[in-house]
């Protein structure tokens, strides 16, 4: 046969999923998910008996780590000495454990997330209540198997004498499974497992009456009384853990903030960086600075405030954007019969109960049979001291050990046990008080032969051995609950005054997109002109505005998304600078542009509207507060179809007339009000009925007949025409002329097409862009005022090979 032919073909598919699908079950049954019954992982378990099984037990002095370690490696966890020794620093501290189960001595680590002294400089030994984990593990209370390589054995489970799974907690992640179970008091869990055997078909409600929730050993306060049920009830949920802090009143009226506990699992150092970069970054206006003064006493952050700021409003703000406040989600899944479940708090208990019965029982069973032995050996005594001349004289006229022993087997009817007894009988034992205390002892071993009979024969009794022993440990270990309960979430809101001065600025965008905030002071210091605002060459300011810091800016974009962008997110640059183009403000595509920004103080203010207009004659009415959003990225503004986009979008209050005005000279008035209110996201209604190859190029907000309307074409004739003349139509309809295109040979032409249109009061002065870049201004009054119909007059030069792209008004100071 040759080599290829000893080959079997494989699939990949079906040798990977082979193999991971051992590897998946050894991390969940032998690495990341706990047991049910004692709350341990298999190298918890593995360290704490190896220290057990080597007298390194709290009545012994303190004993090198790296000696555990080697121990626990060479013995039962043939993996590395770091996930061991990981292990082992867990259990040692006192701010991850509801108990601790090693007694650490030496650089365990800190809430700072410092790490642990090398294991040869540290030392420990099992804590106290480490041993109530172990108690009675040599009464064959559990089952052992062999260790990895045969040499000995380790326990399968421990007897876990009170429920350590809820009173310690457990991480772990291991393949399609994680685990999330919190840390409980010891008293309040050690009486929910003696209500469940009191009544095993107990509620949650009632469980809940005395485990309020979890106990976390950083204290800190919970909050959320629907979410502790319902992770009770099903394994998940999800609880909020905010930090004890205060706020202390210091001389010369200022204040600060004392934090004495955060939440489970939040690292310290951590925390107290996030709030000195809120600080440096001044995200919110008021703290003068971050200290931290932990030491013996306990933990200790002390947020000191300047004078007259809102102390209630920072420390929301910190609750809110730091670790000060985190959410906690539930997760409870635990090895059940070797497999992974996810229980709710009366199956955890259910499972404990049982364990503990198993090893009430194994554990009488065994003292049962120790008890019997004697008790055997004792009657034989006893028999054996009534006829003693007799045995004496037996033995003597035996020939060796042997015989002797045969010969009382034979003679006097003792089994082999009570002979070897008899013979081993130390010569002082003859004693009257001997003999009395063998009688006695006797009748005591009987007893309790009986005791143990009764525990094995009664369920009753069996269960109130367990709940006495459970009393003992909780009287003797049990500790005052250290994290406050709240049953309501409390909503944190954070005033914007908190986080921003108040201050009033000037907003700017250019024609090219770029923004930028500057304070009143440095445009005072530039001259106060509006000249003499940075711009790059050829770009001018389209839109300035006069807004407060605290305010909010609604950016709206062609193709119908939308930014929120508050005033203070925007860059702040002197009034010569450039500014930054808006993309870097705010995540708009290349192809898209602003054509509206809109300030707003109030979105609740009442009878306020966004009024939409597109290129394709759709009009859309929506209220101000739909646009109200806590979102940074682009959301949808109004519904745009293929070849449309958004013109204007203005703010109104629903009692005006629109006039919309459209490339190819066609003009309709509408009362607003036809526009119904609607979604957030509709495409609105039909403003205009546009010829194929129209659009609308303006929307004007008009009332009464005061005022012209001023329209200006491609290559600069304008005219104006009476409002008077525009009367009031039903919306949707074709609309009437209000400008007339000169055609023929000889004539000289006026245009093609209007690019702008503008209600005009008084006196307004335009800006006008042209193809090549060119910046032409005129004054409104320039162009004639005459019929709608009328072809109009040339009112700015524009080269021949030049036209006009866009006007509007151009902005003053």
Not at 220 to 241: D, P
Not at 324 to 345: C, R, S
Not at 663 to 670: D, E, N, V
Request: net charge neutral; proline share 3%.
């Amino acid at each position: 046969m040759s080599i290829l032919e000893q080959f079997l073909p494989a699939f990949l598919e079906e040798v990977v999923g082979d193999r991971f699908g051992r590897y998946s079950k050894y991390i969940i049954q032998e690495r990341a998910i706990p047991d049910v019954r004692d709350g341990l992982k298999p190298v918890q378990r593995r360290i704490l008996y190896s220290m057990y099984d080597a007298g390194n037990t709290p009545d012994k002095p303190y004993r090198k780590s790296a000696k555990t370690v080697g121990d626990v490696m060479g013995n039962y966890h043939p993996h590395g000495d770091s996930s061991i020794y990981e292990g082992m620093v867990r259990m040692a501290q006192p701010w991850k454990m509801g108990h601790v189960l090693v007694d650490g001595h030496g650089n365990w680590g800190s809430q700072d997330d410092d790490p642990a002294a090398a294991m040869r400089y540290t030392e420990a030994r099992l804590s106290p209540i480490a041993m109530e984990l172990l108690r009675d593990i040599e009464k064959r209370t559990v089952l052992f198997k062999d260790n990895f390589d045969n040499t000995t054995k380790e326990p399968v489970v421990l007897p876990s004498r009170f429920p350590n799974l809820l009173v310690n907690g457990v991480t772990g992640i291991s393949a399609g499974f994680a685990t999330e179970i919190p840390t409980h008091n010891l008293r309040e869990v050690i009486n929910a497992c003696i209500a469940s055997m009191d009544k095993p078909d107990i509620s949650i409600e009632e469980l809940m009456t005395i485990v309020k929730g979890p106990d976390f050993p950083t204290g800190g306060l919970i909050m959320g009384e629907e979410g502790i049920r319902e992770a009770y009830e099903t394994g998940r949920g999800r609880i909020y853990i905010r930090s004890k802090a205060a706020i202390e009143d210091l001389k010369g009226g200022r204040q600060q903030i004392v934090i004495t506990e955060i939440p489970y699992q939040v690292v310290k150092s951590r925390l107290v960086t996030v709030m000195e970069n809120i600080r440096i970054e001044k995200k919110v206006d008021g703290i003068s600075e971050v200290r931290d003064e932990s030491g013996r006493n306990g933990l200790r952050i002390v947020v000191e405030l300047k004078k007259d700021a809102d102390a209630k409003g920072v420390l929301a703000f910190l609750l809110k954007k730091t670790d000060l406040q985190v959410t906690y989600n539930f997760n409870m899944v635990a090895i059940v019969n070797k497999t992974p479940k996810q229980l709710g708090l009366r199956e955890i208990l259910q499972a404990y109960i049982a364990h503990q019965k198993e090893v009430v029982t194994y554990r009488t069973r065994y003292e049962l049979e120790k008890a019997e032995d004697r008790a055997h050996v004792l009657e034989g005594l006893v028999k054996a001291l009534n006829i003693l001349d007799e045995i004496i004289a037996a033995i003597k006229a035996s020939k060796n050990r042997q015989d002797a022993q045969n010969n009382l087997v034979q003679k006097f009817g003792f089994t082999e046990r009570q002979a070897e007894a008899i013979l081993t009988l130390q010569l002082y034992r003859l004693t009257n008080l001997e003999i009395t205390s063998l009688e006695k002892e006797l009748k005591e071993t009987q007893k309790r032969i009986a005791y143990y009979r009764s525990i094995l024969d009664s369920e009753k009794k069996l269960i109130s051995v367990i709940k006495g022993e459970l009393v003992e440990i909780r009287d003797k270990y049990g500790i005052d609950r250290r994290s406050d309960i709240q049953g309501e979430v409390e909503e944190l809101k954070v005033n914007l005054e908190v986080m921003v001065p108040a201050e009033e600025v000037f907003v700017t965008l250019s024609h090219e997109g770029y923004i930028k905030r500057t304070s009143k002071l440095s445009f005072v210091r530039s001259g106060g002109e509006l000249e003499s605002a940075g711009v790059k060459e050829g770009d001018v300011i389209r839109t300035m505005l006069d807004v407060n810091t605290i305010d909010q800016l609604l950016l709206f974009t062609r193709k119908g998304q939308y930014f929120q962008l508050p005033v203070h997110q925007i860059p702040e640059f002197k009034w010569k600078d450039t500014g930054t183009a808006v993309v870097n403000v705010v995540t708009m595509p290349k192809d898209d542009s602003i054509v509206s920004v809109i300030p707003v103080k109030d979105f609740e203010e009442a009878n306020r509207t966004l009024v939409f207009v597109t290129k394709r004659g759709q009009v859309k009415r929506t209220e101000l507060k739909e646009y109200k959003s806590s979102r940074s990225t682009a959301i949808a503004a109004v519904k745009v179809t293929d070849g449309d986009e958004v013109l204007r979008v203005a703010v109104s209050e629903g009692n005006m007339e629109m006039l919309l005005v459209t490339k190819l000279g066609m003009s309709i008035r509408f009362q607003e009000s036809e526009v119904n209110p609607m979604g957030r996201v509709a495409a609105g209604v039909r403003g205009i009925q546009l010829k194929p190859d129209d659009e609308v190029i303006a929307a004007e907000w008009v009332s009464g007949d005061e005022g012209e309307v001023l329209v200006l074409t491609e290559i600069g004739f304008a005219k104006r025409s009476l409002l008077l003349d525009y009367p009031v139509q039903g919306r949707g309809g074709k609309g009437i002329q209000t400008f007339e295109f000169k055609e023929g040979k000889r004539v000289r032409p006026n245009g093609e097409r209007l690019v702008s249109a503008f209600h005009c009061k008084e006196e307004r002065e335009l800006m006008l862009l042209t193809s090549s870049g060119a910046q032409l201004t005129f004054s409104t009054e320039k162009a004639p005022i005459d019929d709608r119909k009328s072809t109009g007059k040339a009112v700015v030069a524009v080269d021949k090979k030049d036209v006009i792209e866009t006007a509007f008004t151009r902005v003053t100071n």
